[in-house]
Each structure stands twice: as structure tokens, then as C-alpha cells.
């Protein structure tokens, strides 16, 4: 775990290219692991897919370089952006990374060995956080018109899984503006940490 104290600060505003940079790392890991969260995003009623993701945070949040974090700094984050942050709880033998984007965008991976932060190979787990408005019913709606996979979870959630992209799951759930995808490096470890409950707002 990071020696950092508990206190956390957003990046200065003079930063703003350290930000770009961690979120070009962000994407690009991300596209390493078949990432796929535009094809979810549906804008017309028949639920096709569009590479559209409409933000409900204002542009201009706080981006956050990636950065290794405490839990206690992971709460701060989420409470200054002022939106659910997931996560996957504490993991055995790993250190959480965070990065946030100024759309709002968050993910939080979990970085195990010697791995540096900004490592690029999809062999971590990751918990993102998208805004976006009637996630549930675009998310819904698209995995009906592609035949995705669906699993209902508590609280009304859905698992949706496509499935071309299997270590990645997105989950949705009535009335909530946002949109969670789970990626791992296993299809069969990224369901357990979904169906098990794990991802949650870290409170």
C-alpha cells in the first residue's frame, strides 16, 4: 500500500497535462483488454449501438492522474467529485491505482507484483465509473437488439456481458445515471467479482 498520507489532493490546475497523459494510459489499457463500453451505449429506441457516451458531470471536473491511492484517499476522491466512485473492495496482494477524467470518468485498478502505475498489459482487474444519463434503459436496450448476455443482480442491477468481450461486464441498475464495466484478466474471474457482490461505492 502506498506510503502517501490519507489526505487527497486533485491535480493542480497547471497539471492538466499530466492528466492527458493518464488518460491516454487509461484508454490505451483499456483497449489492450477489448474494452467495449461505447458498443452499450445505445441513443435510439431500437437499443443499436452508438460510439456516443453522453456525460451527466459537467465537463471541467477535477481530473486525477493515475495515481496509487489508500482507501481513505479513494473516499476523498469520490466525495469531492461528488458522484459514486466503484470499486472492488481491498484485494490480497494488490495496490489500488486511480485515475479520473475530467468528464467524471473513474477507474480504479488493481495493480499487483512489480507493476509501476501506468502499466499498459491488461493483467489487472479494473473497476470503471461512467456517467451517464438512462444508463439502464440504453444499456438494456442495446443488449436486447444484440442478443448480449443478461444476469439480474440485487437491487434490480443487470450484468450485461458481451460476448466477444467476456472479461468485460457492465453493470446497470434502474434510476442510477451511471454505467460500471469490470474488466479482469479471466472471464471467469471478472464474473465471480460481479455475481459475488464485490462492486460496490466505495464508502
Given amino acids: 500500500m502506498s506510503s502517501e498520507s490519507d489526505s487527497a489532493t486533485p491535480a493542480p490546475r497547471g497539471g492538466r497535462s499530466r492528466v492527458v497523459i493518464a488518460v491516454v494510459v487509461a484508454i490505451a489499457v483499456f483497449a489492450a483488454a477489448a474494452i467495449a463500453v461505447w458498443q452499450l ?3 435510439d429506441e431500437n437499443g443499436s449501438a452508438s460510439p456516443t457516451t453522453t456525460s451527466s458531470v459537467p ?3 477535477p481530473g486525477v492522474p493515475a495515481r496509487i491511492v489508500t482507501t481513505a484517499q479513494l473516499r476523498s476522491f469520490a466525495a469531492a467529485l461528488g458522484q459514486p466512485v466503484y470499486w472492488a473492495g481491498g484485494r490480497p496482494g494488490a495496490r489500488m491505482e486511480y485515475t479520473q477524467t475530467t468528464e467524471g ?3 480504479v ?4 507484483g512489480s507493476a509501476a502505475v501506468g502499466d499498459r498489459r491488461p493483467r489487472f482487474v479494473v473497476v470503471a465509473t461512467y456517467p451517464q444519463p438512462d444508463a439502464f434503459t440504453r444499456v438494456r ?3 436486447r437488439a444484440n442478443h448480449y448476455e443478461v444476469e439480474q443482480l440485487s437491487d434490480g442491477a443487470i450484468a450485461v456481458t458481451e460476448p466477444r468481450t467476456p472479461k ?5 441498475a434502474p434510476g442510477r445515471p451511471y454505467q460500471v ?3 479482469a484478466p479471466t472471464a471467469a474471474e ?3 467479482i460481479v455475481l459475488s457482490g464485490a462492486v460496490v461505492p466505495v464508502a
Fill in 190 to 192: 471478472a464474473r465471480s
Fill in 105 to 107: 470518468r473513474t477507474f
Fill in 41 to 43: 451505449n445505445s441513443d
Fill in 109 to 112: 485498478r488493481y495493480l499487483t
Fill in 141 to 143: 436496450a442495446a443488449a
Fill in 168 to 172: 468485460n461486464i457492465h453493470i446497470v
Fill in 59 to 61: 465537463s471541467g471536473a
Fill in 181 to 183: 464495466e469490470v474488466f
